[in-house]
């Protein structure tokens, strides 16, 4: 498995600002990747996030909106630009390391983002 | 259409009794995987169990295990001597290949565990 942190762990921002999430992890890893969850709804995957190069996104997300950052095997920042109040979500990095059997994701604490 | 379906928004359980949380999934890939992730209030997300497409076997994990119905598309996570601890959101997830790893998540089920 892997140690994954993330700061901030919550927030309230005013509609218009950006904010910065940071994910650590206590291993180098291939793959990282950043999911939203919508009050009382499922995740949904935002973008994988390359080291080295930009971010892949998933269709409904984009670069101006949720600007990504990996400047290394162990770290990786999501960006919420111009928030709205529907950018009101937990954020949850997560990170596949290597040899897992099945490939299975282990997830930061996520960060629980308020936009008033 | 709903790759992962769970059926169940929620459920209730009495201590120390077995439940099993449903859950259906969609692909026409042979090769894939299927896991179970739990929720607290708390909001990380804890990865329970995981099954592959061509075990043989229903994987287990301590208290939990996996009914994998193949035919079926199936892949129901029961939790046994349910603990007042195993209150939580439980999420079914699916990984097809050619998806870059790429996890797709169910609705998810609330379960409640009462004394």
């Known amino acids: 498995s892997a140690v994954i942190s993330q700061k901030p762990s919550r927030d309230i921002c005013q509609r218009g600002t950006s904010l910065t999430i940071q994910c650590q992890v206590d291993?180098?890893?291939?793959?990282m990747f950043w999911y939203r969850q919508q009050p009382g709804q499922s995740l949904t995957l935002i973008a994988t996030?390359?080291?080295?190069?930009?971010?892949?996104?998933e269709s409904g997300f984009v670069i101006d909106k949720f600007p990504i950052s990996r400047p290394n095997l162990t770290f990786s920042t999501l960006t919420v630009s111009n928030m709205s109040p529907e950018d009101s979500s937990i954020y949850l990095c997560?990170?596949?390391?290597?040899?897992?059997?099945?490939?299975?994701?282990?997830f930061g604490p996520g960060t629980r983002l308020t936009v008033t | 259409a709903q790759k992962i379906t769970q059926t169940q928004p929620g459920m209730f359980v009495q201590e120390k009794e077995a439940v099993t949380l449903d859950c259906t999934y969609d692909?026409?890939?042979?090769?894939?995987?299927l896991f179970w992730y739990k929720q607290p209030s708390s909001g990380e997300m804890i990865f329970l169990i995981y099954?592959?497409?061509?075990?043989?076997q229903n994987a287990t994990e301590g208290r939990y295990s996996l009914n994998f119905q193949k035919a079926r598309k199936s892949a129901n996570l029961v939790i046994s001597a349910s603990q007042l601890g195993d209150s939580a959101m439980y999420f079914c997830?699916?990984?097809?290949?050619?998806?870059?790893?790429?996890?797709?998540f169910g609705t998810g089920t609330r379960l409640q565990v009462t004394l």
């Open positions: 997560s990170v596949e390391p290597p040899g897992q059997w099945g490939g299975e994701q282990y």
């Open positions: 291993s180098q890893v291939t793959m």
């Open positions: 996030a390359n080291q080295g190069s930009e971010a892949t996104y």
């Open positions: 692909t026409s890939d042979p090769s894939y995987g």
């Open positions: 099954q592959g497409s061509y075990d043989q």
């Open positions: 997830a699916m990984r097809e290949p050619g998806t870059a790893s790429k996890l797709t």
